[in-house]
Antibody, heavy 120, light 108 residues
């Protein structure tokens, strides 16, 4: 059974970069069957897709965040990562890493989420 | 981007009642590209339905999805206590992937 776990700082200063890692267990990220996505949710708010990476390194990003986002993968560690630069208070949210099934278009496995606060 | 509008914002019902949740897309998308999720407080979302009407593994058959043009519906035939939660629709028809604003189903 595939499990995802986010890790990273819970507090980031404004203008700095937010960096999170998702560790995947029970399955390989080096599979053409899945994308590996990041989704965030501000407190009391809805879900916002940030972007995703495919096993071959191909990435897609939300246009509103594209200039600040980088998603990368380390297949040797079976991890993928999110870097969001120049953060502001508006980036305060719970961040989820998610497995995105390529052939039936749905996010079937979610990490528990990690809360990130942007504050000085 | 494709905007998904969910209605109502809140649905107040009693256990045993039927819940009908709506998701309207701003443009036509294939039914293959619409999913529904359930989220309870403090938890990550859980996949309920993909391809507009296919239940995910382990999802009870009281949950069903349907589609009519740009309108998608999630129906819970008889609400169980554990079904009171927030429900989101999501589209894969075109990047960026987008979610609806959610419908909260709470206890009347």
């Amino acid at each position: 059974q595939v499990q995802l776990q986010e890790s990273g700082p819970g507090l980031v200063k404004p203008s700095q970069a937010l960096s999170l890692t998702c560790s995947v267990s029970g399955g390989s990220i080096n599979s053409g069957s899945y994308y590996w996505s990041w989704v965030r949710q501000p407190a009391g708010g809805g879900l916002e897709w940030i972007g995703r990476i495919y096993f071959n390194g191909y990435t897609n990003y939300d246009p509103s965040l594209k200039s600040r986002v980088t998603i990368s993968a380390d297949t040797s560690k079976n991890q993928f990562s999110l870097r969001l630069s120049s953060v502001t208070a508006a980036d305060t949210a719970v961040y989820y890493c998610v497995r995105d099934v390529a052939h039936y278009y749905a996010m079937d496995v979610w990490g528990p989420g990690t809360a990130v606060t942007v504050s000085s | 981007e494709i905007v998904l509008t969910q209605s109502p914002g809140t649905l107040s019902l009693s256990p045993g009642e039927r819940a009908t949740l709506s998701c309207r897309a701003s443009e036509s998308i294939s039914s293959s590209y619409l999913a529904w999720y359930q989220q309870k407080p403090g938890q990550a979302p859980r996949l309920l339905v993909y391809g507009a009407s296919s239940r995910a593994t382990g999802i009870p058959d009281r949950f069903s999805g349907s589609e009519s043009g740009t309108d998608f519906t999630l129906t819970i035939s008889r609400l169980e206590p554990e079904d009171f939660a927030v429900y989101y629709c999501q589209q894969y028809g075109r990047l960026p992937l987008t979610f609806g604003g959610g419908t909260k189903v709470d206890i009347k």
